[in-house]
């Protein structure tokens, strides 16, 4: 399932570790195989746990615990958006009901033509400069008020126009025949 540019990608993370701390790669390795497939199904997650030498139990654990993993498929672009308290307490609220009004979806939906999936995310260490939106884990924004949030909207949907992004929910759906 994974390229071999990927498992070359892996390898190299799990060569940080002593011999015997293979697993501590696990991370590393999940994000690797992500970013190539857009997001992380079981087979691909028990490709992980037989290249680290872990119990594929314990990858699924990892993957199911920390936000930044998609257990399902997601748009070219995941917009987490930060509400706890100190970012709510600067707009991110407000900031959460014009993207899902803008998108047409609400929190852990995906957008009809597969551009988009909306989540809702835990404090992102950017609280001064709130509202905070992160694209796909990689690309984080900051003060996204209403016109900042339609820009992206905008700079995203034309690059999705485009082909660009993560694998999207739309090349899943393709794929799985349905």
């Known amino acids: 399932m994974l390229s071999n540019d990927s498992l070359a990608k892996i390898d190299a993370a799990i060569a940080k570790y002593p011999a015997d701390q293979r697993q501590s790669a696990v991370m590393a390795a999940l994000a690797i195989a992500q970013d190539e497939h857009g997001w992380l199904s079981v087979p691909l997650m028990d490709e992980v746990a037989r290249r680290l030498g872990m119990p594929p139990i314990a990858v699924y654990e990892v993957a199911s615990f920390y936000a930044m993993y998609n257990l399902g498929p997601t748009g ?5 958006i930060c509400t706890n308290l100190p970012c709510a307490l600067q707009g991110a609220s407000d900031a959460a009901a014009h ?70 929910a739309a090349e899943a759906k393709e794929a799985s025949g349905r």
């Open 76 to 80: 070219r672009f995941k917009l987490t």
């Open 99 to 168: 993207l899902r009004e803008r998108l047409g979806v609400g929190f852990g939906e995906t957008t009809a033509d597969g551009a988009f999936t909306l989540k809702e995310g835990e404090c992102m260490g950017a609280c001064g400069d709130a509202p905070v939106v992160l694209v796909n884990n990689k690309r984080m924004c900051v003060k996204m008020v209403p016109d900042a949030l339609d820009g992206l909207v905008a700079e995203l949907k034309a690059a999705a126009d485009r082909g660009e992004g993560a694998t999207g």
